[in-house]
């Protein structure tokens, strides 16, 4: 059966009551219509066809059959046929299909023809699928369209400009000899797409960047004209006229002027007029200020600039509206870099954010609370952060609680103070701290603190594992701690802080219903209520107050005994925190062997697990007990004496573990005016040459250019050699994705990490440069990978590639797959990897050889795969980053 019409095909489709009768109906309805297009050569059959056909794409189903019966529809001569051609054409093919190649005569035509519609449906079309080869071939046909006299098709026309350069960044010329008339055109819309042909080639070629500095003027009249004329009605939106506009102009004002102090200094007073005259109460207006702050901060502005974008950001904080906050905040993250005592003043704004009922919106508070944290101020915000620790949500807890232990192990000013917060992330966070901070703050303990803190911490762990011993951390190190300094517990000091307990004190000691309690449930501790309905439970204590002190514990011998007794005997901790108690009541033998009935205790708690199902604990208790045992008194002070600090490999913390989005901004450094840096003078020249010299300097820092590039949809400046891909990127996708700098490789601006060893001579006789380097190409998910380019001197055109995979996470790695292409003009060959499995700290090597006999430049396009902590990752990136030697 054959729906006639595309009405009748939906009403079908509407009146479906399953999936399945759906896709019955359209299996008949594209059977039929493959049908007519083989036995029905009808234009007017085709048209409606077509129309079935897109219709049914967007339902989700295959619809390839039609493509070629899309073109044989936009060759009709009439404007309703084109028009459905052209949107099949759009929507049914793309760039890299062969197909596309059979269209390029129809858009020719088309574009001269007298129709003016029919001309905007061919640039429209062209605007959305032209590929390389299209765009040759249609570009002149484009620049004879930008002189038309209608607007409509001026308009159309630059956005078909943008598509070309953005395929073929050579083709720039025509377009840049006409974009200060396309600029300066009193229609809003050429505006709207002459700016963001100016921006596409600014992005793609130096000479259009130089072309647009000098527009500036140009460009900031026309902002001018929009702040000052008064709201037209075709353009006003929320009273402000023409805010997408005014966004565009922003956005292309903060392309050119970076890394400029000229084009800067041209922008100050604009963008003080339009931080002074937008309404910030409607969300137009917070658009536009939103925008005018990126500006001022991806561009060497005055300071007073800056500081106002800042403030500008922390009056976003306010706003009711969460995605208004969520981009202040990923902002203020990023710019936190290069102004952190501005945005310091906001700090308990952001703070207040962590209780924000928007999980996004903790999230990145969260991110900038951290990145806020230095010497000076690591206490208040490790308070309230701690304060947030409890109730924050189960995927929060493990990056906060890393992220606690740098901070505290950074910027903690004395050992008092990193120990006693240590133990509370331990006692609040247990659960999510990693092994490598535990290790740390033990050795740290054992190796640096002295005998009143080794007392102090043993107390307060004791007294945290009467509460709770849910926190698996915290039960193994304050096990380790009680245990190792046993001795330090009992002893009585001059601490007024200490508070002595009883033995049958429910603070201090445990007697034999709390020991059933602690085994049986594992939870915290508290008094028990007189009502005999509550003596079968323990009511859970108050979270610790960060403020407050930490409470201690001076326990009895006996009470020591009975904690690590109940801890090895109960079953909700792990095995593993089982065995640390059966090793520390082992040396309690040690620590009060002058007490034989706490000697007796000991050896009778261990009895009790010499029948344990669990090998390692028996095994344990037996050798234990034997030890405990009389005929070995004269050795077991030795065997259980005080233990050295453990030792480890201690991997220091990230760069940029505090402030993740800093971890994408790695070239980034202080911006400053070039006016305000220190001048090194050449000897013969002038104050004014090295000011000028240390200005053009200046100007070619990559700074400006990495901070744009997480805030703009712009790549860095044209780069000097050696080359390094850039690609543009989208500002809000980038701020809100918070994944990576640019599409084409998860790593931000990939370096060369340059070799000690000079480079080997190469075939020629000369020092080839870039070989026997490594260049990084990827830098996630704890996977690094680097390339190491070199040449054998009997073979000048075959480039070898070492790639070494280096997993510098916590967890390892697996399933490796790496697959490499290269240009048709090169051929590849792909050695197979040294192993598909990478341990924690271990490095993979695989042999990637390229055959280059044209000798152009090495371009890679890399499939990566792998398996990370039981989650799959999948990426697809390009690198051209190696120096011209390398080919």
């Not at 107390?459 to 304050?478: C, N, P, T, Y």
């Not at 070799?755 to 070989?771: D, H, N, W, Y």
Request: hydrophobic share 45%.
């Amino acid at each position: 059966m054959s729906f006639f019409r595309l009405k009748d095909l939906i009403r079908a489709v509407r009146v479906c009551k399953t999936a399945a009768d759906e896709r019955g109906v359209i299996q008949r309805e594209s059977a039929a219509i493959r049908t007519s297009f083989k036995e029905v050569d009808s234009q007017d059959a085709r048209y409606v066809n077509i129309q079935k056909l897109l219709y049914i794409y967007l339902l989700g189903y295959p619809v390839q059959f039609g493509q070629l019966e899309c073109l044989k529809l936009v060759a009709s001569p009439k404007f309703s046929d084109k028009r459905v051609g052209y949107l099949g054409v759009s929507l049914l093919l793309d760039e890299k299909q062969d197909i596309l190649t059979l269209l390029t005569n129809s858009l020719k035509t088309d574009m001269n023809s007298s129709d003016d519609y029919i001309v905007g449906l061919a640039l429209g079309t062209l605007s959305n699928v032209a590929s390389s080869e299209v765009a040759y071939d249609l570009v002149d046909e484009v620049e004879r369209l930008l002189d038309s006299p209608r607007s409509y098709l001026r308009k159309k026309a630059t956005l078909a400009g943008v598509r070309i350069i953005r395929r073929e960044p050579e083709l720039f010329t025509p377009f840049l000899h006409r974009a200060k008339s396309l600029l300066g055109d009193k229609h809003h819309g050429v505006q709207m797409g002459a700016v963001a042909l100016m921006a596409e080639m600014c992005n793609h070629t130096q000479e259009a960047l130089d072309e647009g500095r000098r527009l500036v003027p140009v460009i900031v009249n026309q902002l001018r004209a929009l702040l000052g004329s008064g709201s037209s009605p075709e353009h006003d939106v929320g009273g402000i006229s023409n805010p997408f506009l005014q966004v565009a102009i922003l956005r292309l004002l903060r392309v050119i002027a970076r890394g400029s102090q000229q084009a800067a200094d041209e922008l100050n007073d604009v963008l003080t007029l339009v931080a002074a005259q937008t309404d910030s109460t409607k969300n137009v207006g917070t658009a536009i200020l939103y925008e005018c702050a990126v500006t001022a901060l991806a561009i060497p502005s005055e300071p007073a600039l800056r500081v106002m974008a800042i403030n500008m950001l922390g009056k976003f904080l306010g706003n009711r509206d969460n995605n208004v906050r969520y981009v202040a905040l990923a902002t203020l993250s990023a710019a936190v870099i290069t102004e952190a005592p501005s945005v310091q003043r906001h700090r308990a704004t952001v703070i207040q954010c962590l209780r924000d009922n928007d999980i996004s919106i903790r999230r990145r508070a969260l991110d900038l609370s951290f990145a806020l944290i230095n010497e000076n101020n690591v206490k208040p915000i490790v308070t309230e952060i701690l304060r947030v620790l409890p109730h924050a949500d189960l995927e929060f807890k493990p990056s906060m609680v890393y992220r606690l232990s740098a901070a505290i192990t950074l910027f903690g000013d004395s050992l008092e103070w990193r120990i006693d917060n240590m133990l509370r992330v331990l006692s609040l966070g247990g659960k999510h701290v990693n092994a490598r901070d535990m290790f740390k703050f033990i050795r740290l303990i054992a190796l640096e603190a002295d005998e009143d803190l080794q007392r102090r911490a043993a107390r307060i762990s004791f007294a945290l594992l009467e509460r709770d011993i849910s926190q698996e951390k915290m039960v193994v190190a304050g096990t380790w701690l009680v245990g190792e300094y046993a001795d330090l517990l009992v002893a009585r000091s001059n601490n007024p802080a200490a508070v002595a307990t009883s033995p049958k004190s429910p603070v201090g000691g445990l007697n034999d219903d709390d020991l059933d309690i602690l085994g049986a449930l594992g939870k915290p501790l508290g008094k028990k209520g007189a009502s005999p309905d509550n003596s079968d439970s323990a009511p859970v204590l108050a979270a610790l107050d960060p403020s407050e002190d930490l409470p201690q514990a001076i326990p009895e011998p006996a009470d020591i005994v009975r904690l690590l007794s109940a801890i090895a005997g109960s079953s909700v901790v792990s095995s593993n925190s089982r065995h640390v108690a059966l090793t520390a009541l082992a040396k309690l033998s040690g620590r009060f062997a002058d007490s034989p009935a706490t000697v007796a205790s000991i050896r009778m708690a261990l009895g009790k697990h010499t029948q344990s199902m669990d090998v390692e604990t028996q095994s344990r208790a037996a050798e234990f007990g034997k030890l405990l045992s009389q005929e070995l008194d004269a050795v077991r002070t030795g065997v259980v004496d005080r233990m050295p600090a453990p030792e480890y490999t201690d991997v220091p913390y990230e760069e940029y573990v505090l402030n993740p989005t800093a971890m994408r901004m790695k070239a980034l450094t202080i911006i400053k005016r070039p006016a305000m840096q220190p001048v090194d003078f050449v000897e013969g020249e002038s104050a004014a040459e090295a000011a000028a010299r240390a200005a053009a300097e200046a100007s070619k820092q990559s700074v400006v250019s990495d901070l744009l590039n997480l805030m703009d949809e712009g790549p860095a400046a044209v780069p000097t050699s050696p080359p390094a891909a850039a690609k543009p990127v989208d500002a809000l996708a980038d701020l809100l994705g918070g994944v990576a700098l640019s599409p084409t490789s998860p790593s931000a601006n990939p370096a060369a990490v340059r070799s000690v060893a000079s480079p080997p001579e190469s075939a020629g006789g000369f020092a080839a440069e870039g070989l026997d380097s490594e260049y990084e190409v990827y830098n996630s998910h704890g996977l690094r990978i680097t390339l190491t380019p070199s040449k054998k001197a009997k073979m000048a055109t075959i480039v070898d590639l070492l790639a070494t995979f280096y997993n510098e996470g916590e967890v390892a790695v697996s399933d490796l797959n790496f697959l490499v292409a290269v240009p048709k003009s090169q051929k590849l060959q792909i050695q197979p990897p040294s192993g598909q499995h990478i341990s924690v700290g271990a490095t993979v090597t695989q042999l990637v050889r390229v055959s280059n006999p044209t000798k152009s430049a090495i371009r890679l396009r890399i499939k990566l795969g792998f398996t990370a902590d039981g989650q799959a990752q999948e990426n697809m990136f390009e690198y051209s980053g190696f120096p011209a030697g390398v080919v």
